[in-house]
C-alpha cells in the first residue's frame, strides 16, 4: 500500500516517484515531494523507487500570503 | 525611491504582496501589475487535480521572484521540511519562515521560529522571519543569520494596522537588516505609518486580495509606501501638546469698530 496525499492509492511498491506523479497528473515544474516526511529531490525522482506503506506527499504552489 | 537591499539583492519596490486571498488568478495578475511589486510570496499544498490555471505560470508571466512560506506549519520541524520542500520545487533558497503558535491569532511560536531560522540559515537559506513585534526576539532572528526582520503589526488578516508602533521604532533601531511590516495592514494608512516609522518594506495579501476592488487598493498601498518614504525622509515635525501658530504676531492690525464701547465719541 502506498499513500499519496493521504489517500490510499493501488499503486505497487516498487513503483518510482516519477511513476506516482504521473499517476496523479503532476506538472512539469513547481512540483515537490515528501514520502515519509522527507524531500526526494527533483533529480531522483526517476530512480526513487517506494516502498510499501510508504506515505507521499505531492505539492505545489497554491496562492498564499 | 532609493532601492532596498535583501541579502545583497536590490529591490525597486518597496511592496512585497502576499498571494492568498485574491478571488480570480485574473485578478492577481492585474494586481501584481498595478503594486509594482517585485517579489510575492506563494505556499505549497498537496497537488489539486481539479484546480484550474496555473499560479506558477501567471508570476512567470508578471516577471515577479517567488517568495514560497511556511504558512500552517506549528513546528520548527515542519517549516523546515516546507521550506527544503519549497526550495525544490521553485529552486530558490528565499523563504518566509512562518511558524505560529496559535490558531486563533496566527500570532508566531518564538522558540519554534528562532530555532527554524537557525537550522535554515545553517543550511543555506536566506530567511525572511514572520515575527511578533518584540524587539528582543528581533535581535536574536538577527543573531542566527536571517536577513531581514517581518514584525507584525497586526495579526495576519486583522487589518488592524500597528497595533504597538513603539515596538517597531524599537525592532528600527536595533537592526541593520531590512524591517520589512508583515501582516496587519488594514488600508494604505497603515502602510504610510510604517515607512514613516522607519520600515524598509511593506508585505501583505489580505489588505489588497480581499479589498473591494483589489487591483485598486494594490495601486494605493503603492503611493502609499512611496508617501510614507518620502515623508520619513522630509523629517516631520515635533508633536506638541497645544497650537503653534505658523503666522507671525507681529504686524497684526488692531481693529476698533464703532460699536465697541471703549471707542472714544467724536468731538
Known amino acids: 500500500m502506498i499513500v499519496v496525499n493521504g489517500r490510499d492509492t493501488d499503486l505497487s511498491p516498487g513503483i518510482t516517484l516519477r511513476g506516482v506523479l504521473d499517476s496523479v497528473g503532476a506538472p512539469g515544474r513547481g512540483v515537490a515531494v515528501a514520502v515519509d516526511a522527507e524531500v526526494v529531490p527533483r533529480g531522483e525522482w526517476d530512480v526513487f523507487r517506494v516502498p510499501d506503506g510508504a506515505r507521499v506527499e505531492i505539492l505545489t504552489a497554491v496562492q498564499g500570503g | ?267
Open chain 2, 1 to 267: 525611491m532609493t532601492p532596498m537591499r535583501i541579502a545583497g539583492h536590490e529591490f525597486t519596490s518597496r511592496l512585497i504582496l502576499g498571494t492568498g486571498g485574491f478571488p480570480r488568478l485574473g485578478t492577481l495578475d492585474e494586481a501584481i501589475r498595478a503594486s509594482g511589486t517585485e517579489m510575492v510570496t506563494v505556499a505549497l499544498r498537496r497537488i489539486d487535480a481539479a484546480a484550474r490555471g496555473s499560479l506558477v505560470d501567471v508570476l512567470d508571466a508578471c516577471g515577479v521572484r517567488v517568495l514560497p512560506n511556511t504558512a500552517g506549519c506549528f513546528t520548527a520541524r515542519d517549516a523546515v521540511l516546507t521550506a527544503k520542500l519549497a526550495r525544490d520545487a521553485f529552486e530558490t533558497e528565499w523563504v518566509k519562515l512562518e511558524v505560529i503558535g496559535d490558531e486563533r491569532t496566527l500570532l508566531p511560536d518564538a522558540v519554534e521560529l528562532v530555532a527554524a531560522a537557525e537550522q535554515l540559515v545553517d543550511d543555506g537559506f536566506i530567511v525572511l522571519p514572520y515575527t511578533t513585534d518584540d524587539p528582543v526576539l528581533a535581535r536574536r532572528l538577527e543573531d542566527v543569520g536571517c536577513a531581514a526582520i517581518m514584525p507584525l503589526g497586526s495579526p495576519i488578516g486583522s487589518g488592524m494596522g500597528i497595533n504597538n508602533a513603539y515596538n517597531l521604532r524599537l525592532i528600527r533601531e536595533g537592526t541593520a537588516l531590512p524591517v520589512i511590516l508583515d501582516a496587519g495592514v488594514g488600508t494604505a494608512s497603515d502602510a504610510v505609518l510604517a515607512m514613516e516609522l522607519g520600515c524598509d518594506a511593506v508585505l501583505c495579501a489580505s489588505a489588497i486580495s480581499r479589498a473591494e476592488d483589489p487591483v485598486a487598493m494594490a495601486r494605493a498601498i503603492r503611493l502609499a509606501i512611496e508617501a510614507g518614504v518620502l515623508a520619513r525622509g522630509a523629517g516631520r515635525i515635533p508633536q506638541r501638546r497645544y497650537a503653534e501658530a505658523s503666522t507671525q504676531h507681529e504686524g497684526a492690525p488692531e481693529f476698533v469698530h464703532p460699536s465697541d464701547p471703549a471707542r472714544a465719541p467724536q468731538a
